[in-house]
């Protein structure tokens, strides 16, 4: 993992002594709310429906198990004992008083975390595929290049106050796991005709009012030109996007307006003038980079099938959580064991201060002390010995973290809603929560097989419902809670955006209608055929029938 | 209005005419991009150091040309939350070679008189009683920079690895 050098620490620890002294001024009646609110959202803080809301990065979703020991003392001390993790692979805590920001700050500051460009219109916090660095089929480990982004794009002068927000995600595997054709900038690794790996460049996809897939624009660009390539980007869209209305300020409306070829004609024109400077990346300073994840030193272990196939044989649980939770590693006799966060005990992707010491715990004990946070709010462990696999769950399952269901039905992901977020029109928690409820069968819930379920409060789409298989979307219909249907969403490879099915549900009747969806693809699906699958196959008309009646 | 340049406030010697109907005044005059292209032969027969405001949506490119006819470069911030003008300033000073005074007006706060500082800004038009204490402030609270911008800085990556500047620079700090 990086570890800060004393470059990194000291802009850290410059950054939380400015934001208190602004802190500070604030509370002595120097600065209004309406001044203090560009400083302290430029750190993460939000003011909320009840409360203020600090969001922390998870750079590329990375956590040593001191830095989740952190977040878990940052809970417990100024917060009300767990966090939320996010959808970008971030941690937020929604009960902060405003006097106690600084400290806790610092005290993240310590463990080489911050909240630096979490909101505001700034490059956000760059995601990554979750299982980077231990994944089968990566090419290099992408947070690498994550760094190298996370750098250059904090306190970036030029582009701090862009038309609108700006994510950029990487992913160096044929399969995406990290969502980049839903990104302002998506980068993929892969290797040219010659050989060399290098970036494909997606630009323009997103979701909110608005979803659209992103378009290619660089089939290949060489590592060593990333960031002046980033740059050129940047220049175009702090130039030319729009900023006469927020909901068409994002950088896919800019590219969708102009079209694909003239964006990047305009992108090349600036890259040309800037290709050749300082931008220009050390190849010593990759290496330096690279070599903070060279990874931790794997045993020579076997892959242990007939034990792992004993231990399931002897607990039903167990299996379930094998099939559903476990991921292959890139070394034989290890494994990727994914925890989930959507119990039916919490909101989805909450976590409390307790368990996060536990999980710290396990990550020493069978993990090299690395935890990775993806972007459906569970965690990953992601390098255990597969021997070890069965006393791993057993500790989860003591935490209540051991539920069977990555990737299945009940693996909702939700935004925070009503209950929490002021610009929500409908509650997403008690929707998901009910959901979960009504799938918690697990015999069932594998029969469903691989479907995923997003669910957002308001048209900002922060649930990504666009993109889940199933997706709901809670809208305000004359002052009642309303949820419409989008099916047939991915994120991943095969990235699409989800379609309307027609008029939405009244809370109570939408956990019933999603399972009228199940049943009905259920009834036609082919053998092994996952939810995905059958909604291309069959399309909308089977499914529109079941949610209201036969047309 | 307290006018702040290179670290020190000063008096403006200039007369911003560019809302006005006719750009001719006394001294030092700071024009529109429609007076300076309507009037550009009476302006330059003047014989007076002739200032520009562009506003946040004027590129660069269209004066590129016509830099050397200028002292003062004024960018406009409409509100801070439109930073168009950031981009502007590094062309001005990167790509086409301006080296005169780059000033900021409009809504200039104290929290962005740093990233201004990094992008080539030189002056700044700030709305405080107290113009010298607060670029102490800005210019104090970060020291470690990222990000090569042309304004003499060395970043980290430069540290790191002991590089030499990758081109010559303007000059850096002007404390």
């Given at each position: 993992?990086?570890?800060?050098?004393?470059?990194?620490?000291?802009?850290?620890?410059?950054?939380?002594?400015?934001?208190?002294?602004?802190?500070?001024?604030?509370?002595?009646?120097?600065?209004?709310?309406?001044?203090?609110?560009?400083?302290?959202?430029?750190?993460?803080?939000?003011?909320?429906?009840?409360?203020?809301?600090?969001?922390?990065?998870?750079?590329?979703?990375?956590?040593?198990?001191?830095?989740?020991?952190?977040?878990?003392?940052?809970?417990?001390?100024?917060?009300?004992?767990?966090?939320?993790?996010?959808?970008?692979?971030?941690?937020?805590?929604?009960?902060?008083?405003?006097?106690?920001?600084?400290?806790?700050?610092?005290?993240?500051?310590?463990?080489?975390?911050?909240?630096?460009?979490?909101?505001?219109n700034?490059?956000?916090?760059?995601?990554?595929?979750?299982?980077?660095?231990v994944?089968?089929?990566?090419?290099?480990?992408?947070?690498?290049?994550?760094?190298?982004?996370?750098?250059?794009?904090?306190?970036?002068?030029?582009?701090?106050?862009?038309?609108?927000?700006?994510?950029?995600?990487?992913?160096?595997?044929?399969?995406?796991?990290?969502?980049?054709?839903?990104?302002?900038?998506?980068?993929?690794?892969?290797?040219?005709?010659a050989?060399?790996?290098?970036?494909?460049?997606?630009?323009?996809?997103?979701?909110?009012?608005?979803?659209?897939?992103?378009?290619?624009?660089?089939?290949?660009?060489?590592?060593?030109?990333?960031?002046?390539?980033?740059?050129?980007?940047?220049?175009?869209?702090?130039?030319?996007?729009?900023?006469?209305n927020?909901?068409?300020?994002?950088?896919?409306?800019?590219?969708?307006?102009i079209?694909?070829?003239?964006?990047?004609?305009r992108?090349?024109?600036?890259?040309?003038?800037?290709?050749?400077?300082?931008?220009?990346?050390?190849?010593?300073?990759?290496?330096?980079?690279?070599?903070?994840?060279?990874?931790?030193?794997?045993?020579?272990?076997?892959?242990?099938?007939?034990?792992?196939?004993?231990?399931?044989?002897?607990?039903?649980?167990?299996?379930?959580?094998?099939?559903?939770?476990?991921?292959?590693?890139?070394?034989?006799?290890?494994?990727?064991?994914?925890?989930?966060?959507?119990?039916?005990?919490?909101?989805?992707?909450?976590?409390?201060?307790?368990?996060?010491?536990?999980?710290a715990?396990?990550?020493?004990?069978?993990?090299?002390?690395?935890?990775?946070?993806?972007?459906?709010?569970?965690?990953?462990?992601?390098?255990?010995?597969?021997?070890?696999?069965?006393a791993?769950?057993?500790?989860?399952?003591?935490?209540?973290?051991?539920?069977?269901?990555?990737?299945?039905?009940?693996?909702?992901?939700?935004?925070?809603?009503?209950?929490?977020?002021?610009?929500?029109?409908a509650?997403?928690?008690?929707?998901?929560?009910?959901?979960?409820?009504?799938?918690?069968?697990?015999?069932?819930?594998?029969?469903?097989?691989?479907?995923?379920?997003?669910?957002?409060?308001?048209?900002?789409?922060?649930?990504?419902?666009?993109?889940?298989?199933?997706?709901?979307?809670?809208?305000?219909?004359?002052?009642?809670?309303?949820?419409?249907?989008?099916?047939?969403?991915?994120?991943?490879?095969?990235a699409?955006?989800?379609?309307?099915?027609?008029?939405?549900?009244?809370?109570?009747?939408?956990?019933?209608?999603?399972?009228?969806?199940?049943?009905?693809?259920l009834?036609?699906?082919?053998?092994?055929?996952?939810?995905?699958?059958?909604?291309?196959?069959?399309?909308?008309?089977?499914?529109?029938?079941?949610?209201?009646?036969?047309a | 209005?307290?006018?702040?340049?290179?670290?020190?406030?000063?008096?403006?010697?200039?007369?911003?005419?560019?809302?006005?109907?006719?750009?001719?005044?006394?001294?030092?005059?700071?024009?529109?991009?429609?007076?300076?292209?309507?009037?550009?032969?009476?302006?330059?027969?003047?014989?007076?150091?002739?200032?520009?405001?562009?506003?946040?949506?004027?590129?660069?490119?269209?004066?590129?040309?016509d830099?050397?006819?200028?002292?003062?470069?004024?960018?406009?911030?409409?509100?801070?939350?439109?930073g168009?003008?950031?981009?502007?300033?590094?062309?001005?000073?990167?790509?086409?070679?301006?080296?005169?005074?780059?000033?900021?007006?409009?809504?200039?706060?104290?929290?962005?008189?740093?990233?201004?500082?990094?992008?080539?800004?030189?002056?700044?038009?700030?709305?405080?009683?107290?113009?010298?204490?607060?670029?102490?402030?800005?210019?104090?609270?970060?020291?470690?920079?990222?990000?090569?911008?042309?304004?003499?800085?060395?970043t980290?990556?430069?540290?790191?690895?002991?590089?030499?500047?990758?081109?010559?620079?303007?000059?850096?700090?002007?404390?």
């Amino acid at each position: 993992m990086y570890r800060y050098d004393e470059f990194d620490s000291q802009l850290v620890n410059e950054r939380v002594e400015q934001f208190r002294r602004q802190v500070d001024r604030r509370l002595a009646g120097e600065l209004s709310e309406d001044q203090f609110k560009p400083l302290r959202l430029m750190n993460g803080l939000y003011l909320q429906l009840h409360a203020y809301m600090l969001r922390i990065n998870i750079p590329y979703g990375s956590l040593s198990s001191h830095q989740l020991r952190t977040l878990a003392h940052v809970a417990r001390t100024y917060d009300r004992g767990y966090g939320h993790f996010t959808t970008r692979q971030n941690i937020q805590y929604n009960w902060i008083q405003l006097q106690q920001v600084p400290d806790a700050l610092a005290d993240l500051a310590a463990a080489e975390m911050h909240g630096i460009q979490s909101s505001g219109n700034c490059i956000r916090n760059v995601t990554a595929d979750q299982y980077a660095g231990v994944a089968a089929d990566e090419l290099t480990d992408p947070r690498i290049y994550c760094e190298i982004i996370r750098q250059w794009s904090t306190l970036h002068p030029e582009f701090s106050f862009l038309p609108r927000k700006f994510k950029i995600a990487v992913t160096a595997a044929p399969t995406d796991r990290a969502a980049v054709q839903v990104h302002d900038i998506g980068l993929r690794m892969h290797r040219n005709a010659a050989g060399d790996p290098g970036f494909e460049v997606i630009v323009g996809g997103g979701q909110g009012r608005t979803p659209f897939i992103g378009k290619i624009i660089r089939d290949w660009l060489a590592p060593s030109d990333l960031l002046s390539y980033l740059e050129a980007i940047l220049r175009v869209y702090n130039q030319d996007g729009r900023r006469d209305n927020l909901y068409k300020s994002r950088i896919k409306i800019l590219v969708h307006q102009i079209g694909a070829e003239e964006f990047s004609r305009r992108v090349d024109a600036e890259w040309q003038a800037i290709r050749d400077s300082a931008l220009q990346l050390p190849q010593a300073e990759i290496e330096r980079i690279r070599r903070y994840f060279a990874g931790p030193e794997f045993a020579e272990l076997a892959d242990e099938p007939d034990l792992l196939r004993q231990q399931a044989d002897a607990d039903p649980q167990f299996a379930a959580w094998l099939k559903a939770n476990k991921a292959d590693h890139k070394m034989p006799g290890y494994a990727i064991a994914n925890i989930s966060l959507k119990s039916l005990n919490a909101p989805p992707g909450d976590m409390t201060a307790r368990q996060m010491d536990a999980v710290a715990d396990l990550a020493d004990q069978y993990s090299f002390g690395e935890i990775r946070v993806n972007h459906r709010q569970n965690l990953v462990l992601p390098s255990v010995p597969q021997r070890d696999l069965n006393a791993l769950y057993q500790r989860l399952a003591e935490q209540q973290l051991a539920t069977a269901n990555i990737g299945h039905t009940s693996d909702i992901v939700a935004c925070p809603g009503l209950d929490y977020c002021s610009l929500a029109n409908a509650r997403s928690i008690p929707i998901a929560q009910e959901i979960h409820q009504r799938f918690e069968n697990m015999d069932r819930l594998h029969d469903i097989g691989e479907v995923t379920i997003n669910i957002s409060g308001c048209m900002n789409a922060c649930g990504h419902h666009h993109v889940g298989n199933i997706g709901i979307l809670g809208v305000d219909k004359r002052g009642e809670e309303y949820y419409q249907f989008t099916l047939g969403g991915s994120s991943g490879t095969d990235a699409a955006l989800g379609e309307r099915t027609g008029r939405g549900f009244p809370a109570a009747e939408t956990a019933p209608a999603v399972e009228r969806v199940l049943r009905t693809y259920l009834d036609i699906r082919a053998a092994d055929e996952r939810f995905l699958d059958t909604y291309r196959r069959v399309g909308m008309a089977p499914f529109k029938e079941a949610l209201y009646g036969a047309a | 209005m307290a006018l702040l340049k290179d670290g020190r406030p000063q008096a403006d010697e200039y007369t911003d005419v560019s809302a006005a109907a006719d750009p001719a005044a006394r001294g030092p005059v700071l024009v529109s991009l429609t007076q300076w292209r309507e009037h550009r032969a009476a302006l330059l027969a003047r014989d007076e150091r002739l200032g520009l405001r562009l506003q946040s949506d004027e590129k660069p490119a269209s004066v590129s040309d016509d830099l050397q006819h200028f002292d003062l470069v004024a960018l406009e911030f409409p509100t801070f939350r439109d930073g168009r003008a950031y981009s502007s300033a590094r062309l001005l000073r990167e790509r086409y070679g301006y080296a005169g005074e780059l000033r900021a007006v409009g809504d200039v706060l104290l929290e962005q008189l740093h990233f201004m500082h990094r992008v080539g800004f030189n002056s700044f038009e700030l709305d405080t009683d107290d113009a010298a204490r607060e670029w102490q402030i800005a210019a104090s609270d970060i020291s470690v920079w990222y990000q090569p911008t042309g304004d003499g800085r060395r970043t980290a990556v430069e540290n790191r690895h002991g590089l030499a500047d990758a081109a010559p620079r303007r000059q850096a700090a002007v404390r």
